[in-house]
């Protein structure tokens, strides 16, 4: 069974770095690209950015480009989604997905979403 | 980007009745547009990839269609578990886009 799990909920302050996980299992987690998927409170979602565990390859959306990190460590099965200096408009649910599709692509299993909260 | 304009933002509906979501692309897609439904406090679920194709599992009540850069989400006969948002989304280019989101709701 395909799984995506992710870090639990965050609280944080403006200014201060975090790192979110997603871990997979139950397929080849090299062979798939993985991506992040913003939900801001009572919003729509927004595509951020993947990665291809296999080979590191990243992409970013121009809207998230310079605000966030991805990353893998493909040893562990894990994809990661960082800032450095969080703000409170990052606040939302954050989702890994796994891409599918020969061609074009489709987000087939979702994880089951990191509240991030930034507040002072 | 692709820009994608999903409508409408809401709408109600009663058990039973036939309900359509409209998605278009403003430029060309292909065929890439996915159908996600999400309900409150939840991931998203894929409904539909590649415009028309089930995603395994999807009762048969859902299609898709397209026409042009035009796509079309149906519902047919509305089920109390189908109150839900739907977003749609293009797997063509990235960034892979989503749609505003349409919230489906009981009558």
């Known amino acids: 069974e395909v799984q995506l799990v992710q870090s639990g909920a965050e609280v944080k302050k403006p200014g201060e770095s975090l790192k979110i996980s997603c871990q997979g299992s139950?397929?080849?987690?090299?062979?798939?690209?993985i991506g992040w998927v913003r939900q801001m409170p009572g919003k729509g979602l927004e595509w951020m950015g993947i990665?291809?565990?296999?080979?590191?390859?990243?992409r970013y959306s121009p809207s998230f480009q310079g605000q966030i990190t991805i990353s893998a460590d493909k040893s562990i099965n894990t994809a990661y989604l960082q800032w450095s200096s969080l703000k409170a408009s990052d606040t939302a649910m954050y989702f890994c997905?796994?891409?599918?599709?020969?061609?074009?692509?489709?987000?087939?299993?979702w994880g089951q979403g990191t509240l991030v909260t930034v507040s002072s | 980007d692709i820009q994608m304009t999903q409508s409408p933002s809401s709408l109600s509906a009663s058990v039973g009745d036939t309900v359509t979501i409209t998605c278009r692309a403003n430029q060309s897609i292909s065929s890439y547009l996915n159908w996600y439904q999400q309900k409150p406090g939840k991931a998203p679920n894929l409904l539909i990839y590649?415009?028309?194709t089930l995603h395994s599992g999807v009762p048969s009540r859902f299609s898709g269609s397209e026409s042009g850069t035009d796509f079309t989400l149906t519902i047919s006969s509305l089920q109390p578990e189908d109150f839900a948002t739907y977003h749609c989304q293009q797997g063509f280019s990235t960034p892979h886009t989503f749609g505003g989101g349409t919230k489906v709701e009981i009558k």
């Open positions: 990665i291809y565990p296999g080979d590191s390859d990243t």
């Open positions: 590649s415009a028309s």
């Open positions: 997905v796994r891409h599918s599709g020969l061609y074009g692509d489709y987000c087939d299993y």
């Open positions: 139950g397929y080849r987690f090299t062979s798939y690209w």
